[in-house]
């Protein structure tokens, strides 16, 4: 069944860990997203990929790094993880492009909650 | 400058009443809008489209290009209806398009 699949769905780590959420779809779509999701439920785009070796950063800074290396697979690691990047990660893929067909709908995975103690 | 407004970020209706999440956009094309939902628990997911024309759980939402507006609405909420709803913007991006994010609103709809 085509999906977008996270894991972990939740961890909880100490300062300094190193972490790295999986993102997987077999959609067959070629963007990807990372949306940070705050307490107050806001939806910050923090990185995409329009495809396999493009990755882009998003409108909110962060000090996560994201890796394309295969169409389905859209990791997002942090070196050294921290209090401040406690938050829901969610992921999605789309056919955003600007062909009259596409729907323009993201579709997205389940979230990982990620607590740095 | 934020593209995509919603004023409200929370709004709470009792059951039965008609509930209506206003959204506000600023985009100087043709403008391709959304409704997302995220029920307690759920992933994000798409409610509506404007070029769709079609209701949705009974909701529907109408592009008013004089004033620039793509409110949710419905006539008679429910219980079910409770949850996170976000507007969203579709614009060009070189050969690609963006979705440009209100903050949200939760909607609450009380016994």
């Known amino acids: 069944e085509a999906d977008i699949y996270q894991t972990p769905r939740y961890l909880v780590i100490g300062t300094g860990k190193k972490i790295t959420l999986e993102c997987s779809q077999t959609?067959?779509?070629?963007?990807m997203y990372w949306y940070q999701q705050d307490p107050g439920m806001e939806l910050h785009l923090i990185h995409y990929?329009?495809?396999?070796?493009?990755?882009e950063k998003g409108d909110l800074s962060s000090e996560s790094t994201v890796s394309r290396i295969r169409t389905e697979h859209f990791p997002l690691t942090l070196e050294s993880a921290r209090p401040s990047h406690t938050s829901q990660y969610l992921c999605?893929?789309?056919?955003?492009?600007?062909?009259?067909?596409?729907?323009?709908?993201?579709?997205f995975g389940e979230g990982s909650r990620l607590t740095v103690l | 400058a934020q593209r995509v407004t919603q004023p409200e970020k929370l709004l709470s209706v009792f059951k039965g009443a008609p509930v209506e999440l206003k959204c506000n956009y600023s985009y100087s094309g043709s403008p391709e809008l959304f409704w997302y939902v995220q029920y307690s628990r759920q992933r994000l997911q798409l409610l509506l489209r404007h070029i769709s024309r079609e209701s949705i759980k009974g909701f529907t939402a109408d592009l008013n290009k004089g004033e620039t507006s793509f409110h949710l609405k419905k006539p008679f909420a429910q219980e079910e209806d409770s949850a996170m709803y976000y507007c969203a913007l579709s614009e060009k991006a070189g050969n690609n398009r963006k979705l440009i994010w209100g903050l949200g609103t939760s909607l609450a709809v009380n016994p």
């Open positions: 999605a893929s789309s056919e955003l492009g600007l062909a009259k067909t596409n729907t323009g709908e993201l579709f």
């Open positions: 959609m067959g779509h070629d963007k």
């Open positions: 990929s329009y495809g396999v070796n493009s990755t």
